[in-house]
């Protein structure tokens, strides 16, 4: 049965901020719920199906919440509330307040429930776990909160650390100097940072030793304390490299471990440490760890599908070697 829901449409709020640029935003709701929408006057009319006209009505209260408080609706955020409604999830979204600016003035907040407990948790603890597959926003966000607190004064230096696994026995063989061998093992970091503070400021701060982006192996031997540390990548620390990178914590420090333990790329037999770090840590008060999934992912629609599209895959394969 086909049914119309009229929503009301009011004029604080301009038609291309929630209908977007040529009605993108419109377009891709009716496709996602078979329904049809249009703006008459000052009301929003959506036909459809019982069952996905009122979800189609919700996402559309939901874009009209987000943007009076003052958020721009982009892309990312309406794929975002629109999946959460379509895949049935309760609860409205409470969005956080915005964590920083980039260098071109575009604000950077917390998208998904997963990505505000993870920024909540940061703020409350030392050390934060936030495991969770590609394009969760686990390293951009950690950047995004450290910059801000170099800025606010709260640390005196950002120090990023990778394991350059790839790289093994290798890495000698590689052209150049040392800073040329690791450089391609960081360059996620790098691009993070020139992206929300520029590449002259980012260069400021590294000529002031402000920050530092380094090898995981450099923290050997070190104490760090005022920093705010982040370990990228850590699904490919052995479990004596992340117990090395855990105790230079010091005075005054923060420290977020990210990784993704679908992503291990380390030699066969070895063990991930941030596959064990859980179940060694997970009574210790001032550690939390943060749980991201499909569900917080904020890439390219198509990152989404893409793992679920692996999970069904692997789910296969594992029932498949079960029954063998």
Do not use: W
Request: glycine share 8%.
């Amino acid at each position: 049965m086909t049914i119309t829901e009229t929503l009301p449409y009011e004029s604080d709020i301009d038609q291309i901020e929630i209908f977007g640029s040529n009605d993108e935003n419109m377009k891709y709701l009716e496709e996602m719920f078979d329904v049809s929408i249009t703006l008459r006057g000052n009301e929003i009319k959506i036909t459809g199906s019982e069952l996905d006209t009122p979800k189609a009505a919700e996402v559309l209260n939901r874009f009209m919440k987000y943007i009076r408080s003052g958020k721009v609706l982009d892309k990312q955020t309406v794929e975002y509330i629109a999946n959460r409604v379509h895949s049935g999830e309760d609860g409205d979204d409470d969005y956080s307040d915005m964590i920083c600016r980039t260098v071109r003035g575009r604000r950077i907040l917390s998208k998904t429930h997963g990505q505000k407990k993870y920024v909540n948790a940061v703020k409350k603890n030392d050390i934060v776990f936030a495991i969770g597959p590609a394009g969760t926003g686990k390293t951009y966000l950690a950047i995004a909160m450290a910059v801000t607190a170099l800025k606010n004064n709260e640390v005196s230096r950002i120090i990023l650390a990778r394991p350059a696994v790839e790289a093994g026995e290798r890495l000698g063989f590689l052209p150049g100097d040392l800073k040329d061998k690791v450089d391609p093992y960081l360059r996620p970091l790098y691009d993070a940072l020139f992206e929300i503070m520029g590449m002259e400021n980012y260069e400021r701060q590294v000529a002031k030793g402000a920050i530092e982006v380094a090898p995981l192996a450099y923290m050997r031997g070190r104490t760090l304390d005022s920093a705010f540390i982040i370990l990228d990548e850590a699904q490919n620390t052995t479990p004596e490299q992340m117990k090395m990178f855990l105790t230079r914590l010091g005075f005054g420090s923060k420290a977020i471990i990210t990784g993704d333990v679908t992503q291990i790329d380390l030699p066969e037999g070895k063990k991930s440490g941030l596959n064990v770090v859980g179940n060694i840590l997970k009574n210790i008060k001032g550690i939390e760890f943060i749980y991201l999934d499909k569900s917080d992912v904020v890439r390219n629609s198509l990152v989404q599908k893409i793992i679920n599209a692996y999970e069904a895959y692997e789910d296969k394969a594992e029932k498949n070697q079960e029954k063998k």
